[in-house]
């Protein structure tokens, strides 16, 4: 079965750091979204991206948030000057023409210290 | 998109169905419900979606009430596998490029017991 990638699966940095978190969705998918997951909290949206741009963002993805896809099959989030609150899993999810079910990866699990 | 209401938890004994229930009043004519699970921190896994017709496939059963404002997902024989955050969540589906955005509630936690 498809599945959607992340690397790493964890990544510990510096406050202040840059970190990007990569992703490969799925092969023949068009649409691909990050998320993240505080502990113990909701999954929450951060960004969708099609078609080479943002489609949708939420208000946590600020001017520190990035997203590129650099080439045919990474998909990328980089945070520019980590945070504490940073600290959370990122999920990495893409979907297919028909947009109707979303899958994700396992996850990167972001420790800012 | 809608707002979901679910119980906090629930427990199953292992080979019973599961029903996990979902209140949805203010659902909309063009919102489907989609049922995604979560088992401990993985990324969250698509179980079943349906917009007025009871759906199944090879997870789950999804029974949606006459006037739309409630469902039941049903897992006809739980694992212990099964143990996860079951989240049900309404949105607009297919509503056109990147809009495949999903608002997680806190779900139910379903406890499959031996």
């Known amino acids: 079965e498809p599945e959607v990638t992340q690397t790493p699966s964890h990544q510990v940095t510096q406050m202040g750091q840059e970190v990007i978190l990569r992703c490969v969705p799925i092969?023949?998918?068009?649409?691909f979204y990050w998320y993240r997951q505080i502990l113990g909290q909701k999954v929450e949206f951060l960004v969708s991206?099609?078609?080479?741009?943002?489609?949708?963002k939420s208000e946590i993805f600020d001017d520190q948030f990035s997203v590129e896809r650099p080439d045919g099959s990474n998909f990328t989030l980089k945070i520019r000057s980590t945070k504490l609150e940073d600290s959370a899993m990122y999920f990495c999810a893409s979907t297919g023409q028909a947009n109707t079910e979303a899958f994700f990866g396992q996850g990167t699990r972001l420790t800012v210290v | 998109d809608a707002k979901t209401t679910q119980p906090t938890s629930m427990d199953c004994a292992e080979g019973r169905a599961a029903n996990l229930p979902c209140n949805h009043s203010t659902i909309s004519g063009n919102e489907y419900v989609y049922w995604y699970r979560q088992i401990h921190s993985q990324g969250p896994q698509y179980i079943i979606h349906?917009?007025?017709n009871n759906e199944t496939n090879e997870m789950a059963s999804l029974i949606i009430t006459e006037d739309r404002k409630s469902s039941t997902l049903i897992l006809p024989h739980a694992t212990l596998r099964d143990t996860a955050v079951y989240y049900c969540i309404v949105r607009v589906a297919g509503s056109g490029a990147g809009s495949y955005q999903l608002t997680f509630g806190k779900g139910t936690k379903l406890s499959v017991i031996p």
């Open positions: 092969s023949n998918h068009l649409y």
């Open positions: 991206f099609y078609n080479n741009e943002i489609s949708e």
């Open positions: 349906g917009l007025k």
